[in-house]
């Protein structure tokens, strides 16, 4: 039997994602920059604004996310406590 687990990124592919990742995140940095936009806010006047906001909101939402599990959460055995 192999080691390799079902849905899992083989070895050799993790820095390779990663390294894309990060490559991905300076271009839209790097691009934001440049990009001409209306402004109807003062913080949208900012430069990297979105980036960093949307990088904040998502780890909001995670945070939030992992808060929520634990108060939701129900006990390995509770379809098997009958």
């Given at each position: ?15 390779r994602i990663l390294v894309g990742f990060f ?46 599990r634990r108060l939701t959460m129900r006990s ?7």
């Amino acid at each position: 039997m192999s080691d390799h687990k079902p849905n899992s990124v083989p070895q050799p592919w993790h820095r390779r994602i990663l390294v894309g990742f990060f490559a991905l995140c300076a271009i839209v940095l790097v691009w934001d920059l440049f990009v001409q936009r209306d402004i109807h806010h003062p913080l949208e006047d900012l430069p990297v604004m979105y980036p960093f906001f949307g990088f904040f909101g998502i780890a909001l939402l995670i945070t939030l996310a992992k808060g929520l599990r634990r108060l939701t959460m129900r006990s390995e055995d509770y379809y098997d406590a009958e």
